[in-house]
């Protein structure tokens, strides 16, 4: 796999949102032109882009924000067992501290952390546009 894609309508508060769970920012750009619009299916697209990698290079988050055209509607904030609502989950040093440091930044909880036998903590909470982020530490 090479990125997962999010679009979002706050570029600089969503990469706020992944760095703060441990993860750097790789780089951003604009893209825009013919090879972008064949590609979104879009006629006129702008789109500012910034790409946030996990610490160890082995997974990256694309995060965009169109500033042309504007979009409609927006994601539905739907319950995890909804149909297509996406998820995202990553491995974490330390559950308590951070949860505590989501909680700090106003980040919602989906559900409470639970205990998987002695194999993980696990606990889900909303990340920007309300993509559901899963945190496990592993046991």
């Known amino acids: 796999m090479d990125h997962v894609g999010i ?3 706050d570029l600089k ?18 893209v825009e032109g013919k090879a972008t619009d064949q590609l979104i299916g879009l006629e006129g697209v702008v ?3 910034a790409f946030v990698k996990t610490p160890d290079g082995s997974g990256r988050i694309e995060l965009s924000v169109f500033r ?8 539905p904030k739907a319950p995890l067992n909804v149909p297509g609502i996406p998820r995202i989950t990553f491995v974490v040093d330390d559950l308590k501290e951070t949860l505590e440091r989501m ?3 106003g980040t919602e909880f989906v559900g409470e952390t639970a205990q998987f036998g002695s194999y993980c903590l696990y606990c889900n909470v909303r990340g920007p546009e309300g993509v559901i982020i899963g ?3 592993e046991l």
Do not use: W
């Open 7 to 9: 679009v979002v309508e």
């Open 13 to 30: 508060a969503a990469v706020a949102f992944f760095v703060e769970l441990g993860m750097e920012l790789e780089g951003e750009t604009t």
């Open 47 to 49: 789109s500012d882009v």
């Open 68 to 75: 042309h055209p504007v979009a409609e509607d927006s994601a």
């Open 103 to 105: 909680r700090a930044i």
């Open 135 to 137: 945190l496990v530490e």
